[in-house]
């Protein structure tokens, strides 16, 4: 199974600030990579497929990256209602794999 | 609009058998390949199973092979989890969710429903 290692496991940031969490996999997945917020009692939210490309009417200041293996998610100005867990996931083999999650809270 | 909910969860004891349902409306669900997620009380998501739009494909983390089977249903919009053979660590919230594509997009999601298996 691949494996995913995210980090940090938690944050805490000013508003305003650039914040950027990583997904590196155990093996090369191309581009096969999506974000997920999930806020406490709620259900995942879809920000970023493919791992660069946003979802529509997601926020702009959410973006997605890769270099190799790594993947980024970065929020450019952290705001109140970004705090909430994050989590990669890969669908390019089975099984499919989420990170363990970040959780994002506001200093 | 567009929506997923989730039912079925309940309290079991372990080693019994539970079935989950999902109901889809507001989207062409037979476009979907479909999926379920679980969440264990304060930890990350884990995906449990899929299954192709026609219900040809399905596939499995190693930790329900042999105990859960996924179906659907698409004359009646519905997604369904059987669950057997339960143990305490099968106890979370589970998710179905919808994907539209690769590249990791779950697009819709559903609000879960909680599965506790204890004695």
């Known amino acids: 199974a691949i494996q995913m290692t995210q980090s940090p496991s938690s944050l805490s940031a000013s508003v305003g600030d650039r914040v950027s969490i990583t997904c590196r996999t155990s093996?090369?997945?191309?581009?096969?990579l999506g974000w997920y917020q999930q806020k406490p009692g709620r259900a995942p939210k879809f920000l970023i497929y493919g791992a660069s490309n946003l979802q529509r009417g997601v926020p702009s200041r959410f973006s997605g990256s890769r270099s190799g293996t790594d993947f980024t998610l970065t929020i450019s100005s952290l705001q109140p209602e970004d705090v909430a867990s994050y989590y990669c996931l890969q669908d390019y083999n089975y099984p499919w794999t989420f990170g363990q999650g970040t959780k994002v809270e506001i200093k | 609009e567009v929506t997923l909910v989730e039912s079925g969860g309940d309290l079991v004891q372990p080693g019994g058998s539970l079935r989950l349902s999902c109901a889809a409306s507001?989207?062409?669900?037979?476009?979907?390949?479909m999926n379920w997620v679980r969440q264990a009380p304060g930890k990350g998501l884990e995906w449990v199973a899929n299954i192709k739009q026609d219900g040809s494909e399905k596939y499995y983390v190693d930790s329900v092979k042999g105990r859960f089977t996924i179906s659907r249903d698409n004359a009646r919009n519905s997604l369904y989890l059987q669950m057997d053979s339960l143990r305490a660590e099968d106890t979370a919230v589970y998710f179905c969710a919808a994907r539209s594509g690769g590249g990791g997009a779950f697009d819709i999601w559903g609000q879960g429903t909680m599965v506790t298996v204890s004695s």
């Open positions: 093996q090369g997945i191309g581009n096969d």
């Open positions: 507001g989207f062409i669900f037979s476009d979907y390949w």
